[in-house]
């Protein structure tokens, strides 16, 4: 294999995991803003309701090769 074919390689895989990564987070994101907009539905707290979708987002941090 040449260098050129490696880094090919390897700038897919990192692409691969940088989208897995990123579907992940925004799994996690909607999950979070489920189970904090229920608790604050349920919750009798009429100042909790300004808080309703304020999870913060999970950043995905990119994977930078250096060849």
Same mark, same amino acid.
């Not at 803003?33 to 919750?43: E, K, L, M, Y």
């Not at 100042?47 to 999870?55: D, G, H």
């Given at each position: 294999? #040449?260098?050129?074919?490696?880094?090919?390689?390897?700038?897919?895989?990192?692409?691969?995991?940088?989208?897995?990564?990123?579907?992940?987070?925004?799994?996690?994101?909607? #999950?979070?803003? &489920?189970?904090?907009?229920?608790?604050?539905?349920?919750? #009798?707290?009429?100042?909790?309701?300004?808080?309703?979708?304020?999870?913060?987002?999970?950043?995905?941090?990119?994977?930078?090769?250096? &060849?």
């Amino acid at each position: 294999m #040449e260098i050129s074919e490696v880094k090919v390689k390897y700038e897919k895989l990192a692409e691969i995991m940088r989208r897995r990564q990123q579907m992940e987070a925004d799994a996690l994101y909607a #999950e979070q803003i &489920f189970i904090w907009n229920a608790a604050v539905q349920r919750s #009798e707290d009429v100042t909790l309701s300004s808080l309703k979708n304020a999870i913060p987002h999970v950043s995905v941090n990119p994977v930078i090769l250096n &060849f």
